[in-house]
């Protein structure tokens, strides 16, 4: 059984002026039941599980995934929903919160760097280095914290400067074996709020949430705004951004699937081929078994 999902519908093209407006938060459901769903997610995660091994095997990309969105558009569920299946060994996840006292003595890449994925294995990142042309954007008391040089935080540049600075990156990782994939939740205030609610009126939810978040509701436009112009400057055909309607999750978690299969199959992978030589060793190896 297969999705009928068209990644390219959610793929923002290189050099597009985006307006989140246009961009729907809700799509047509691509399960017709609750039993197709968790089929179509069983066989996609089979899939991507047994490619992964391939990926491991074959060492020789590394794929970079990234996760960025709103409060509560569901970056964690789709983290783990989708990669349910795939081997810890060749994967790893990171989440970046607000910059420590010695990440902001380097450079706003560097601490995202530090992490970045080996060849045969999958990285993944919960917010990322976009966050220095997000929050940061949005709050500029945090772009002061980061004591720059008084002739560079030139608030007319400094963030095409900062779209130019990850473009260029992403273009790096690109030449030496890195695929970037970019997923954008895209989520609705009104779900939003929705999902708030069932946070304070379900107890075992209640962890998740605190008036930082109100107070980053409240910034609402702002983020569309800076959304969309990051979105604008850093999505290119090397490194994609895919806006993912994320009001309904269990179909952004079948797109999202699909997306990582789409990626993957378009990969020159295969596994290590076996000489004569290390043939002749195993046969010897055997005869002592």
């Known amino acids: 059984m297969k999705t009928d999902v068209n990644i390219e519908q959610f793929q923002v093209p290189p050099g597009e002026n985006v307006k989140l ?28 599980s047994s490619l992964q091994r391939l990926h491991y095997a074959s060492n020789r990309y590394a794929l970079l995934l990234i996760f960025q969105g709103m ?7 789709a983290i783990r929903h989708v990669m349910s299946g795939v081997n810890p060994q060749g994967c790893q996840v990171f989440s970046f919160q607000q910059p420590r006292s010695q990440e902001l003595e380097h450079d ?12 045969g294995r999958i990285g993944i990142f919960n917010r990322s280095y976009y966050e220095e042309v997000l929050i940061v954007r949005v709050h500029p008391e945090i772009l002061e914290s980061q004591r720059l040089p008084d002739e560079l935080p030139d608030g007319k540049t400094i963030w095409i400067d900062r779209y130019r600075s990850i473009v260029d990156f992403e273009e ?35 962890w998740k949430f605190s008036f930082a978040d109100i107070r980053e509701r409240k910034c609402w ?6 959304y969309e112009d990051c979105l604008s400057a850093t999505s290119t055909a090397t490194a994609p951004w895919y806006v993912i309607p994320a ?10 699937s699909q997306v990582l299969l789409d990626t993957f199959n378009e990969l020159e992978m295969a596994y290590p081929k076996t000489t004569a030589k290390r043939r002749h060793e195993l046969k ?4 002592q078994l």
């Open 172 to 206: 790096h990782l690109y030449r030496n074996g890195t695929r970037s994939i970019k997923f954008f939740l895209h989520l609705s205030k009104d779900e939003q709020r929705e999902r708030f609610l069932d946070r304070i009126d379900e107890p075992e939810k209640n």
């Open 284 to 287: 010897t190896i055997r005869k």
């Open 21 to 48: 407006k246009e961009w729907p938060t809700r799509v047509k459901p691509f399960y017709k039941s609750k039993k197709q769903y968790h089929k179509l997610l069983e066989e996609q995660v089979d899939e991507l």
């Open 221 to 226: 436009p702002i983020y569309m705004q800076a």
């Open 108 to 119: 706003f890449l560097w601490r995202t760097t530090r992490h970045l994925p080996e060849r």
């Open 247 to 256: 009001d309904n999750k269990k179909n952004a978690w079948l797109i999202i």
């Open 71 to 77: 409060d509560s558009a569901g970056k964690d569920g």
